[in-house]
C-alpha cells in the first residue's frame, strides 16, 4: 500500500532536501538546458519570502509549492518525476487554491508540455505568452480564478 501523501509548511533543516527535488524536477522537464545547481535553489529558498508546502510521503519529501502571497502568484511548483502521475500536483495546486482563494497567477516554460496540459486539465486559463524578463525563454501566463455562483 502507498503510504499517505502529507501537505506541510517546510522545515528550514530541510531546504537542501527540497531544492534537490526542484532541482531533479526542473533537469527532467528540460534535459539540456542550462539549470541552476541545487544550491543555488537552496539559497533562492532561504532567500524569498514565499510561502513554501512541502509535499511528503513516507517521511521524504517529494514536491514543492512555493507562493508569493502579497502578488497572488504561484512561484513554484515542482513533483520529484518518481512521483508523476500520484495526484501529487493536484494536491499542491488545490493547496494553492486553498491559500490564495480569491485567484492567483503563474507562469511555466511555454515549452514544457506536460505543465500545461496539467494547468489546461485543472480549470487554469492561458492568458497570454511573453519572453521571461531574465532569461528569455518564452513563458506562458496562467490564471485561476474561483467560479462564481451559478457558473458552470
Known amino acids: 500500500m502507498r503510504e499517505a501523501l502529507v501537505l506541510r509548511p ?3 533543516d530541510e531546504i537542501d532536501a527540497i531544492a534537490l527535488v526542484w532541482w531533479r524536477s526542473s533537469v ?16 533562492r529558498l ?4 514565499w510561502v513554501v508546502t512541502v509535499a511528503e ?3 521524504e519529501p517529494v514536491a514543492l509549492l512555493a507562493i508569493d502571497m502579497d502578488r497572488r502568484w504561484l512561484r513554484q511548483l515542482f513533483v520529484d518525476p518518481p512521483a508523476h502521475g500520484l495526484g501529487v500536483g493536484s ?10 482563494p480569491d485567484g492567483f497567477h503563474l507562469h511555466t516554460n511555454a515549452e514544457n508540455v506536460r505543465a500545461r496540459r496539467f494547468y489546461d486539465a485543472r480549470g487554469l486559463r492561458l492568458v497570454g505568452e511573453a519572453p521571461h524578463p531574465q532569461w528569455g525563454q518564452l513563458q506562458a501566463r496562467y490564471e485561476w480564478t474561483p467560479a462564481t455562483p451559478g457558473e458552470a
Open 57 to 59: 510521503r513516507g517521511g
Open 28 to 43: 527532467s522537464v528540460a534535459a539540456g538546458s542550462e539549470h541552476p545547481t541545487s544550491g543555488a535553489l537552496a539559497e
Open 10 to 12: 517546510m522545515r528550514p
Open 91 to 100: 494536491a499542491l495546486l488545490e493547496e494553492a487554491k486553498r491559500q490564495m
Open 46 to 49: 532561504a532567500r524569498e519570502p
